[in-house]
């Protein structure tokens, strides 16, 4: 039987594999625009058009495709490039951020045009919540995503010298809508070797044996590795830039397992398919251990320890009681804190398990390229990551090999989150191909991202809270438990983070801590988006409110009362950090943005509660959050600006791109400073190649950190241009004015072409560059404040937004349309760890939840609109007065969440998500107290 | 995702012998949408040309277990039967989107026989039949709700064929009230009910799906009271037929397949009584 098929115009005759579905067959045949998300069918990156009609290709058999024409989304452009109108409306709006999930967007959105005013029309383009219930974004929050829809435009092309703080659309955009922007895996690698992971089905177990035989003798398998082929050394898979802050726990296969999920063995193979057979067919002979799941039951006497094996070398605080790190801490005394105050509130505090969800998954391609010196080849690991150079340097201390045999680069990212701040698949990749000197692939199913990756680390806080009849904190103390799973990968780190700002912003006498980062047989957590803040946040805000509410108090006026003011210093229990500064001070506007809309539903000019049905109850509540705008303890970026010999720029920067936006904001900045517009500058990043270091697009340094970096650099170009423009005219420098393409010397026009050309006849090359750098040191705070209105359905559990509003302050906001994304994604993704986001784990710690239709992400008809106000801040520190702004707008949004259905229903809800059943069953149980 | 264990795909038309490691594949949408490492083969029923939807001269309707979602949505958009509002009510209780409707079927809907399957809920509230075709070509027909026997369990024996479902002319007569619960807004069905008002002998029929871990279709020769009703369902509906999983806790399930239901009845006695008077 001879097989056809048209894609885009183009034939393709190859048999497809009896069970082989559409999506895989696209890609195999270069069509990368195609994205894998979730291949179940669930998000619907891989949409594809088969004879007119939108289907999910990872569900498409791909026989069924024979004889018919299959448009992908590089089939919407014309052939002479010309974009489809779907596509440019993208591009106005911006109606992307990582865009891995733009295609399918794009796709499904083509399919509803045309079916508008057809026979079949049944208004789905004036219903998008149920047109776009197949189409996941885990970026955006879906705003940008209609507008786009609707042709909302909010690009501009600012004039030369003025990009910063204008609506510059991202430069890869073009690329993202026609589908060949290049992410990890949308590369052809010839030889490609694909791997697949065998994985623990025991929560605890020696492995006693691993036969190996008939996997081996599986045709196309080229080598199977176990433990026994995998370096002793123990290391940690978080990236931070000082390693010594991870415990060093992890092998790269390990002879002890210690969660469902774990890697035994990986088999490497011609074929994906290969490869899966011949994970079936290992044979592993464990001795099972005793298990523990609960933290809290790990740290009492007797329960299994987890690294027990380990010595003071891992840095592990006490691994004897599972504890993976603890910090304890007062200032002044508590107890009397407590006796001086008229109410105290104690209450016990929950978060669940949550995933990242980044629509690519882990995964990278390694393999060997010639060194440019011509000294033979050197390794290249094509990775999903936020930290290519701690990556490199992890990888190079694994295998012992030197920096400049490694090259780790990525491409354009699908999302991270934190969760690619973690060395989750370059290790045993790079062991394969060390040993084979072969090019191999591993690429997560997303059922793996979900029991072979990292979490949110779920946390228990105790929180104690007193304050006097007038509103003054007296004391504040917290017992805080972090569940940091069998591995300590971001373990102390999260639990330091989290008792930090959420602490020091109120201004209390009396406070402490003791918190534990607590090992258990579970899949490990590891960086998430806010790094344990937003889990204590839930519980300081939601006490917090509670506290006013006793005191019969306004809680923002008792917020007003007691947190630190821009001059005060910032108080933890666990020391001060002495390079963090309040250098630019917005939490009051922030609050008066949530004052002014107390204000105006109390005067009914916000109408949002009035077609609210009878029954329900309408509250309202806020959430307020601080965070340092970087990590503690350095974080690293280097840059390079160059003039180019065509008069365009060229930034050179480490950090990654991963729908953040920092490369419009590094073009930016770099377009400022030269006095350019943003079309003449390109960025080149996340490659180890391009600069000398970077510590990672991580702790929200994009902006702050490596735009700090990539501003000094261009400054020192601008000056080192116009040095050289002076030598070149005779013309006294400071009449030598740099404009868009050209210097203005006394009149005498000098292009930059001319000028570079010059700088070369002159020898003065190094003159064309200049670099810059930061350390990341000092640091600011940002703050940021949620509100919501709500309305609740106590028959059904039922929770309604009427209206959500979110004030950021962000000092000089870079780029509003980009920021305004960042709060506006920050604020979905929270809302789907408050409302229904759950990783769950049966009593063996075996995820359950581990596809998409299982584990519910915010969809379209999920997420109200946003009102995202911005704060009239300028930073001291910051470049041009910047601070960041990725990990904190989700800080304050579960406990507004909470504390407006409190305010709704009278219910102090302590435990994430409130899913309708719940919030139903302790109103029912209330009613029924009540009622008693 | 590729079900990289298959080695063959069959054409259905051909009577081949039934093997172990053998699935029917319909649409393709559940098959392809989870691991399926048993599978050594799939018989495709996409060129077995059957009709998708047929009605008789008795009025009653024949769906074929290969009709898509998207066509038994735009049939029902058009079909004048009083029941007719309840074909797209069910379409849309999908958690999937209408690009998953142009390729999964009625029958894989069925035959996977879970508890928010809203295919499940549409035919067993229209009182239909399941036309099943054994291996050795022997035909026997079974009530939807009886087909359906837990969750993802049915009455199938291996190698048997979901080959149609009909659902009866008297029952597409009926006047129909549809309430459907989910955790989420456009979620899965954490409960699913569906009245049906028998038109001509004013008999009322309340189907609680999704709730439960199977289809439990109540018939009222005369519409039940508030307090006859509950008593029904929770004579019939044992403690663990609520369906606990993640999609809703049990407590809820019950509490909304109640409500519910109430509100169904409320809803076509309430249209009863006026058209009475």
Known sequence: MSFHVRVNDRSHDDEPRAGQCLRTYLRERGWFGVKKGCDAGDCGACTVHVDGEPVHSCLYPAVRAEGRAVTTVEGLASPDGELHPVQRKFLDAQGYQCGFCTAGFLMTTVALEAERGSAHDDGKLDDLPRAFKGNICRCTGYRAIEDAVQGVRHTERPCAGKAVGKNVAAPAGPQVVTGTARYTFDVEVPGLLHMKLLRSPHPHARIVAVDTAAALRVPGVHAVLTHEDAPPTLYSSARHEHPTEDPDDTRVLDSVVRYVGQRVAAVVADSEQAAEEGCRRIEVTYEQLPYVTDPEAAMLPGAPQLHGDKGPEARIARAENNVAGEVHGEIGDVETGFAEADVVYEETFRTQRVQHASLETHGCVAYFEPKEDGTGERLTVRSSTQTPFLTRRALCALYGLPEDEVRVVAGRVGGGFGGKQEMLTEDIVTLAALKLRRPVKLEYTRAEQFHGATTRHPFTIGITVGARADGTLTAVRMRVVSNTGAYGNHGPAVMFHSVGESFAVYRAPNKKVDAYSVYTNAVPAGAFRGYGLGQVTFAVESAMDEVARRLGMDPLVFREKNVIGPGEPMHSPIGEEEDLFIASYGLDQCLS???????????????????????????????????????????????????????????????????????????????GALGTTEDRVAVRQSDTDVVRHDTGAFGSAGTVVAGKAVLLAAGSLAERLRTLAARHTGVARHLCVLGAEAFDCAGRTVTLKELYEAGHARGAAEELAADGHWGGSPRSVAFNAQWFRVAVDPATGEIRILRSVHAADAGKVMNPMQCRGQVEGGVAQALGATLFENV?????????????????????????????????????????GAKSMSESPFNPVAPALANALRDATGVRFTELPLTRDRVWLALERQARVLGA | MDLNTVTDVRDGRRHEPWRPGDAWLGGGTYLFSEPQPRLRRLVDLSR???????????????????????????????????????????????????????????????CNGL??????????????????????????????????????????????????????????????????????????????????LDPVDG???????????????????????????????????????????????????????????????????????????
Request: overall charge neutral.
């Open chain 1, 840 to 880: 769950r784990i049966d009593e063996r710690g075996k995820v359950t939840t581990a596809a998409f239709r299982r584990y519910r992400l915010p969809q379209y008809a999920d997420v109200p609109r946003t009102e995202v106000h911005f704060t009239e801040t300028s930073d001291a520190i910051g470049p041009l």
């Open chain 2, 203 to 277: 008999s009322l029929a309340v189907t609680i799906s999704a709730a439960t871990v199977r289809p439990f279709r109540l018939w009222f020769p005369l519409p039940p009271d508030r307090d006859e009703l509950r008593r029904a369902v929770e004579a019939a509906v044992r403690e663990e037929d609520w369906f606990d999983d993640i999609h809703g806790l049990p407590e809820w399930r019950r509490h909304m397949g109640l409500r519910l239901a109430e509100e169904v009845r409320r809803e076509l006695t309430h249209s009863l009584e006026k058209s009475a008077r």
């Open chain 1, 593 to 671: 943005v949530a004052r002014r809309a107390i204000a105006e539903a109390a005067s009914g000019e916000d109408t949002s509660a009035d077609e609210v049905p009878e029954g329900w109850l309408v509250g309202q509540g806020t959430g307020m959050a601080m965070i340092a705008t970087g990590p503690p303890g350095g974080h690293y970026a280097d840059a390079r600006v160059s003039l180019l010999p065509d008069g365009t720029y060229d930034v050179a920067v480490g950090t990654a791109e991963f729908g953040n936006g920092t490369t419009t904001v590094h073009q930016q900045i770099t377009a």
């Open chain 2, 48 to 110: 077995m040309g059957w009709e998708p939807l047929t009605r008789a001269e008795d009025g009653s309707l024949e769906i074929a277990a290969t009709c898509t979602i998207t066509q038994l949505s735009r049939y029902g958009r058009t079909m004048g039967v009083e029941a007719a509002p309840l074909f797209e009510q069910c379409c849309r209780a999908f958690l999937a989107s209408f690009k998953i409707w142009n390729m999964a079927t009625v029958g894989g809907n069925l």
């Open chain 2, 115 to 196: 508890p928010a399957g809203p295919m499940i809920s549409l035919t067993a509230a229209l009182d239909g039949v399941c036309l099943l075709r054994a291996q050795d070509g022997s035909v026997r027909r079974a009530k939807v709700v009886d087909f359906v026997t837990g969750a993802g369990r049915k009455d199938l024996a291996e190698g048997e064929l979901l080959r149609s479902v009909t659902l009866p002319a008297r029952a597409l007569g009926s006047r129909t009230a549809f309430r459907q619960a989910s955790l989420y807004g456009l979620g899965r069905s954490g409960a699913l009910v569906i009245g049906t």
